[in-house]
């Protein structure tokens, strides 16, 4: 059983900062990508920004200069750092991860519940 936890989401003004973490639990053998993807009302969902095992990062074009993607392959944990906050922000943000697990030589897509962010002007 896999699971991804996140913490962090909530309201904040225009400007603001939040920060956004995930963790992976359960029988995981290795961690490839993770990312943080955003699903706001009445959008599909979109991916916001990815790291991969080795720290290589990429950002959704309209986020770059004020999210920060991190990650700490020790405690399989993924953090977002969210600066400048502005609300077409707003919307639950959700964790996913590729992920393998013992005994299985595929990796496979997980997702976290979600977290709202909503930033008010």
């Known amino acids: 059983q896999v699971q991804l936890v996140e913490s962090g989401g909530g309201l904040v003004s225009a400007g603001g900062s939040l920060s956004l973490s995930c963790v992976a639990y359960g029988s995981i053998y290795a961690i490839r990508t993770m990312a943080w993807y955003r699903q706001s009302p009445g959008k599909e969902r979109e991916l916001v920004a990815s790291?991969?095992?080795?720290?290589?990062?990429s950002y959704e074009e309209s986020v770059k200069g004020r999210f920060t993607i991190s990650r700490d392959n020790a405690k399989k944990a993924v953090t977002l750092q969210m600066n400048d906050l502005k609300p077409e922000d707003t919307g639950a943000y959700y964790c996913?991860?590729?992920?393998?697990?013992?005994?299985?030589?595929?990796?496979?897509?997980?997702w976290g519940p979600g977290t709202q962010v909503t930033v008010s002007s």
């Open positions: 790291i991969t095992r080795d720290g290589i990062s």
């Open positions: 996913n991860a590729d992920i393998l697990k013992p005994a299985s030589d595929i990796y496979r897509s997980f």
